[in-house]
Protein backbone atom coordinates (compact mmCIF):
# COMPACT_ATOMS: atom_id res chain seq x y z
CA UNK A 1 0.00 0.00 0.00
CA UNK A 2 1.87 3.21 -1.45
CA UNK A 3 -0.49 5.17 0.82
CA UNK A 4 -1.84 6.75 -2.66
CA UNK A 5 -5.78 6.64 -2.78
CA UNK A 6 -8.12 6.74 -5.64
CA UNK A 7 -11.71 6.81 -6.57
CA UNK A 8 -13.53 5.23 -8.18
CA UNK A 9 -11.86 2.08 -8.88
CA UNK A 10 -13.94 1.49 -12.36
CA UNK A 11 -15.80 3.50 -14.10
CA UNK A 12 -17.77 3.11 -17.34
CA UNK A 13 -19.76 5.68 -19.26
CA UNK A 14 -20.89 6.89 -22.43
CA UNK A 15 -19.39 8.68 -25.18
CA UNK A 16 -19.75 12.64 -25.08
CA UNK A 17 -19.90 12.17 -20.98
CA UNK A 18 -18.16 14.23 -18.50
CA UNK A 19 -16.31 12.14 -15.26
CA UNK A 20 -14.44 13.22 -12.33
CA UNK A 21 -11.38 11.29 -10.63
CA UNK A 22 -10.60 11.57 -7.25
CA UNK A 23 -6.63 11.02 -5.69
CA UNK A 24 -5.48 12.04 -2.56
CA UNK A 25 -1.88 11.91 -2.22
CA UNK A 26 0.15 10.25 1.35
CA UNK A 27 -0.08 12.45 4.02
CA UNK A 28 2.83 15.40 3.91
CA UNK A 29 3.49 14.99 -0.18
CA UNK A 30 2.99 18.21 -1.73
CA UNK A 31 2.81 17.41 -5.37
CA UNK A 32 0.56 15.33 -6.82
CA UNK A 33 0.76 13.65 -10.71
CA UNK A 34 -1.80 12.17 -13.15
CA UNK A 35 -1.02 9.91 -16.08
CA UNK A 36 -2.60 7.92 -18.36
CA UNK A 37 -1.97 4.21 -19.20
CA UNK A 38 -3.33 2.23 -22.45
CA UNK A 39 -1.46 -0.45 -24.18
CA UNK A 40 -0.90 1.44 -27.83
CA UNK A 41 0.39 4.73 -25.79
CA UNK A 42 2.37 3.48 -22.51
CA UNK A 43 2.41 4.84 -18.94
CA UNK A 44 1.94 9.14 -20.41
CA UNK A 45 2.48 11.67 -18.13
CA UNK A 46 -0.60 14.45 -17.82
CA UNK A 47 0.05 17.06 -15.32
CA UNK A 48 1.37 17.93 -11.91
CA UNK A 49 0.10 20.30 -9.20
CA UNK A 50 2.54 21.10 -6.04
CA UNK A 51 0.34 23.10 -2.80
CA UNK A 52 -2.27 23.47 -5.38
CA UNK A 53 -0.63 25.38 -8.66
CA UNK A 54 0.02 23.47 -11.49
CA UNK A 55 3.77 22.58 -12.48
CA UNK A 56 4.22 20.90 -15.19
CA UNK A 57 2.15 19.86 -17.96
CA UNK A 58 2.19 16.52 -20.26
CA UNK A 59 0.21 15.24 -23.11
CA UNK A 60 -2.97 16.23 -21.66
CA UNK A 61 -5.54 17.28 -23.96
CA UNK A 62 -7.46 20.21 -23.55
CA UNK A 63 -10.78 18.39 -22.78
CA UNK A 64 -9.07 17.10 -19.96
CA UNK A 65 -8.47 19.43 -16.74
CA UNK A 66 -7.26 18.88 -13.31
CA UNK A 67 -7.30 20.95 -9.85
CA UNK A 68 -5.47 20.71 -6.56
CA UNK A 69 -7.53 21.66 -3.67
CA UNK A 70 -6.05 23.20 0.03
CA UNK A 71 -6.26 19.94 1.33
CA UNK A 72 -4.10 18.62 -1.33
CA UNK A 73 -6.34 16.44 -2.95
CA UNK A 74 -6.77 16.04 -6.60
CA UNK A 75 -9.05 15.64 -9.09
CA UNK A 76 -9.19 15.10 -12.84
CA UNK A 77 -11.81 15.96 -15.24
CA UNK A 78 -12.48 14.40 -18.34
CA UNK A 79 -15.16 15.84 -20.42
CA UNK A 80 -16.55 14.90 -23.86
CA UNK A 81 -15.32 11.26 -23.35
CA UNK A 82 -14.61 9.37 -26.66
CA UNK A 83 -13.46 5.71 -26.88
CA UNK A 84 -9.69 6.23 -27.24
CA UNK A 85 -9.78 7.97 -23.51
CA UNK A 86 -10.44 4.13 -22.08
CA UNK A 87 -7.43 3.88 -20.05
CA UNK A 88 -6.17 3.07 -16.59
CA UNK A 89 -5.30 6.70 -14.93
CA UNK A 90 -2.88 6.47 -12.67
CA UNK A 91 -2.11 9.64 -9.92
CA UNK A 92 1.06 9.47 -8.10
CA UNK A 93 2.65 11.64 -5.27
CA UNK A 94 5.53 13.27 -4.01
CA UNK A 95 7.36 14.99 -1.72
CA UNK A 96 8.54 18.26 -3.05
CA UNK A 97 8.28 19.91 -6.37
CA UNK A 98 10.47 18.05 -8.47
CA UNK A 99 9.11 15.08 -10.14
CA UNK A 100 11.83 14.20 -12.26
CA UNK A 101 14.04 13.31 -8.95
CA UNK A 102 11.75 12.50 -6.05
CA UNK A 103 10.31 9.06 -5.60
CA UNK A 104 7.02 9.35 -6.85
CA UNK A 105 3.87 6.82 -4.78
CA UNK A 106 1.34 5.53 -7.25
CA UNK A 107 -2.02 4.71 -6.47
CA UNK A 108 -3.67 1.59 -7.35
CA UNK A 109 -5.42 3.96 -10.34
CA UNK A 110 -8.90 4.28 -11.56
CA UNK A 111 -10.20 1.94 -14.84
CA UNK A 112 -12.44 4.08 -17.12
CA UNK A 113 -14.24 2.56 -19.91
CA UNK A 114 -15.93 4.60 -22.40
CA UNK A 115 -18.95 2.88 -24.52
CA UNK B 1 13.37 16.39 -23.98
CA UNK B 2 14.28 12.69 -22.13
CA UNK B 3 13.62 9.15 -23.57
CA UNK B 4 13.58 5.72 -22.30
CA UNK B 5 13.63 2.76 -24.58
CA UNK B 6 13.19 -1.04 -23.50
CA UNK B 7 14.13 -3.08 -26.57
CA UNK B 8 12.04 -6.44 -24.53
CA UNK B 9 8.30 -6.50 -25.28
CA UNK B 10 7.90 -9.61 -23.09
CA UNK B 11 10.68 -11.79 -21.75
CA UNK B 12 9.87 -15.31 -20.12
CA UNK B 13 12.34 -17.14 -17.69
CA UNK B 14 12.56 -20.15 -15.41
CA UNK B 15 12.51 -20.31 -11.90
CA UNK B 16 15.36 -19.58 -10.17
CA UNK B 17 16.92 -18.60 -13.65
CA UNK B 18 18.68 -15.15 -13.73
CA UNK B 19 17.13 -11.80 -14.95
CA UNK B 20 18.26 -8.94 -16.69
CA UNK B 21 16.10 -6.07 -17.95
CA UNK B 22 17.32 -4.28 -20.71
CA UNK B 23 16.61 -0.03 -20.39
CA UNK B 24 18.51 2.61 -22.66
CA UNK B 25 18.14 6.53 -22.21
CA UNK B 26 18.87 9.53 -23.66
CA UNK B 27 19.01 12.70 -21.97
CA UNK B 28 21.45 15.86 -22.37
CA UNK B 29 22.32 15.84 -18.41
CA UNK B 30 22.83 14.04 -15.49
CA UNK B 31 20.41 11.20 -15.36
CA UNK B 32 17.45 10.41 -12.34
CA UNK B 33 16.84 6.64 -13.32
CA UNK B 34 14.24 5.02 -11.57
CA UNK B 35 12.97 1.23 -12.14
CA UNK B 36 9.12 0.56 -11.53
CA UNK B 37 7.38 -2.55 -11.23
CA UNK B 38 3.43 -3.19 -11.51
CA UNK B 39 1.66 -6.82 -10.71
CA UNK B 40 -1.43 -7.09 -12.75
CA UNK B 41 -4.28 -4.92 -10.86
CA UNK B 42 -2.20 -3.01 -8.86
CA UNK B 43 -0.27 0.46 -9.29
CA UNK B 44 3.29 1.24 -10.07
CA UNK B 45 5.94 0.44 -6.68
CA UNK B 46 9.52 1.42 -6.94
CA UNK B 47 12.12 -1.38 -6.97
CA UNK B 48 15.35 1.57 -7.20
CA UNK B 49 16.49 4.48 -8.22
CA UNK B 50 20.14 6.20 -9.28
CA UNK B 51 20.98 9.79 -8.82
CA UNK B 52 24.42 9.80 -8.30
CA UNK B 53 27.69 7.78 -6.67
CA UNK B 54 28.01 3.76 -6.77
CA UNK B 55 26.66 2.73 -10.22
CA UNK B 56 25.52 -0.14 -8.57
CA UNK B 57 22.28 0.11 -7.03
CA UNK B 58 20.50 -1.93 -4.72
CA UNK B 59 16.43 -1.94 -4.88
CA UNK B 60 13.93 -3.80 -2.83
CA UNK B 61 12.79 -7.97 -3.85
CA UNK B 62 16.57 -8.59 -4.46
CA UNK B 63 16.75 -6.43 -7.33
CA UNK B 64 20.02 -4.52 -8.62
CA UNK B 65 20.86 -2.04 -11.21
CA UNK B 66 23.91 -0.62 -12.73
CA UNK B 67 24.24 2.51 -14.61
CA UNK B 68 26.43 2.95 -17.39
CA UNK B 69 27.36 5.99 -18.59
CA UNK B 70 28.97 5.21 -22.04
CA UNK B 71 26.02 2.84 -23.21
CA UNK B 72 23.56 4.95 -22.05
CA UNK B 73 21.90 2.20 -19.74
CA UNK B 74 20.66 1.62 -16.62
CA UNK B 75 19.80 -2.56 -17.15
CA UNK B 76 18.20 -4.59 -14.32
CA UNK B 77 19.22 -7.61 -12.75
CA UNK B 78 18.30 -10.44 -10.58
CA UNK B 79 19.99 -13.43 -9.84
CA UNK B 80 17.30 -15.71 -9.05
CA UNK B 81 13.68 -15.18 -10.35
CA UNK B 82 10.82 -15.63 -8.37
CA UNK B 83 7.23 -16.67 -9.70
CA UNK B 84 6.11 -13.56 -7.89
CA UNK B 85 7.83 -11.64 -9.75
CA UNK B 86 5.89 -11.66 -12.78
CA UNK B 87 5.14 -8.09 -13.52
CA UNK B 88 5.60 -5.59 -15.84
CA UNK B 89 8.71 -3.88 -15.08
CA UNK B 90 9.67 0.28 -15.98
CA UNK B 91 12.34 1.92 -16.26
CA UNK B 92 11.61 5.90 -16.36
CA UNK B 93 14.25 9.12 -16.28
CA UNK B 94 14.09 12.14 -14.99
CA UNK B 95 14.53 15.40 -15.37
CA UNK B 96 15.86 18.00 -13.44
CA UNK B 97 15.03 21.19 -16.15
CA UNK B 98 11.92 22.70 -15.48
CA UNK B 99 9.65 22.80 -18.76
CA UNK B 100 10.80 18.86 -19.13
CA UNK B 101 8.13 16.20 -18.57
CA UNK B 102 9.28 15.27 -14.49
CA UNK B 103 9.26 11.33 -15.28
CA UNK B 104 9.37 9.20 -18.51
CA UNK B 105 8.72 6.07 -18.62
CA UNK B 106 9.18 3.63 -20.86
CA UNK B 107 6.96 1.20 -22.48
CA UNK B 108 7.56 -1.93 -20.25
CA UNK B 109 8.71 -5.20 -20.06
CA UNK B 110 6.87 -7.92 -19.30
CA UNK B 111 7.67 -10.61 -17.12
CA UNK B 112 6.81 -14.41 -17.16
CA UNK B 113 7.94 -16.92 -14.74
CA UNK B 114 7.84 -21.01 -15.42
CA UNK B 115 8.16 -23.41 -13.67
Known amino acids: DSGVTQTPKHLITATGQRVTLRCSPR?????VYWYQQSLDQGLQFLIQ???????AKGNILERFSAQQFPDLHSELNLSSLELGDSALYFC??????????????FGPGTRLTVL | AQSVTQPDIHITVSEGASLELRCNYS??????LFWYVQSPGQGLQLLLKYFSGDTLVQGIKGFEAEFKRSQSSFNLRKPSVHWSDAAEYFCAVGAVMRGNTPLVFGKGTRLSVIA
Open chain 1, 27 to 31: SGDLS
Open chain 2, 27 to 32: YGATPY
Open chain 1, 92 to 105: ASSVGASGGTDTQY
Open chain 1, 49 to 55: YYNGEER
